[in-house]
């Protein structure tokens, strides 16, 4: 299996742009975690979804971030418009059932300028 | 609202010794407790997961125990290596909840 796979890894855009994240979970995998990483903050969970269907968006920040799973096989993290502060690295995650742990993918670093 | 910390924040140690990383949380009503690795850009590799009912877990020159009553777990790796040198991250997961609650992690360097 070739693990969580997120496009792009790196992501420059100037702040107001609509930016998306995109993540490919491990075939079979019913959960799928966004999370953020920062220095200040370190991980923060964002939103995770069961079978497609959005479980717990506590952690969005704020109106401006929406994640949409429309399939198994995909899901995406946008934000829309984009500000400076919204720069950090993003994860995806998948997992089959807690018990097995999670997974994660290599990250997308978005910088807001 | 569980606290997950990790001391010390940053470690430098010479290769071929052995060393423990600290994790402890607040809420002991954990379902189970993982171990990442993080390289500097990189993405999370999951190096030991340890489920509430156990004590410990081992993988190769690793060694990871968990004790639930007293909200600690320990990460112990056994002659280091330059290799070894990443951020070492704890995460719990509590009851009947997917979300994962990071500590902060531990820099680790080992130094040839």
């Known amino acids: 299996d070739a693990g969580v796979i997120q496009s792009p890894r790196h992501e420059v855009t100037e702040m107001g742009q609509e930016v998306t994240l995109r993540c490919k979970p491990i075939?079979?995998?019913?959960?799928l975690f966004w999370y953020r990483q920062t220095m200040m903050r370190g991980l923060e969970l964002l939103i995770y979804?069961?079978?497609?269907?959005?479980?717990?968006d506590s952690g969005m920040p704020e109106d401006r971030f929406s994640a949409k799973m429309p399939n198994a096989s995909f899901s995406t993290l946008k934000i829309q418009p984009s500000e400076p502060r919204d720069s950090a690295v993003y994860f995806c995650?998948?997992?089959?059932?807690?018990?097995?742990?999670?997974?994660f993918g290599s990250g997308t670093r978005l910088t807001v300028v | 609202k569980q606290e997950v910390t990790q001391i010390p924040a940053a470690l430098s140690v010479p290769e071929g010794e052995n060393l423990v990383l600290n994790c402890s949380f607040t809420?002991?009503?954990?379902?189970?407790l993982q171990w990442f690795r993080q390289d500097p850009g990189k993405g999370l590799t999951s190096l030991l997961l340890?489920?509430?009912?156990?004590r410990e877990q081992t993988s190769g020159r690793l060694n990871a125990s968990l004790d639930k009553s007293s909200g600690r777990s320990t990460l112990y790796i056994a002659a280091s290596q330059p290799g070894d040198s990443a951020t070492y991250l704890c995460?719990?997961?509590?009851?009947?909840?997917?979300?994962?609650?990071f500590g902060s992690g531990t820099r680790l360097l080992v130094r040839p």
């Open positions: 995650a998948s997992s089959l059932v807690l018990s097995y742990g999670y997974t």
């Open positions: 075939s079979g995998h019913d959960y």
């Open positions: 979804f069961n079978n497609n269907v959005p479980i717990d």
């Open positions: 809420d002991s009503a954990i379902y189970n």
């Open positions: 340890i489920q509430s009912s156990q």
């Open positions: 995460a719990v997961s509590m009851d009947s909840s997917y979300k994962l609650i």
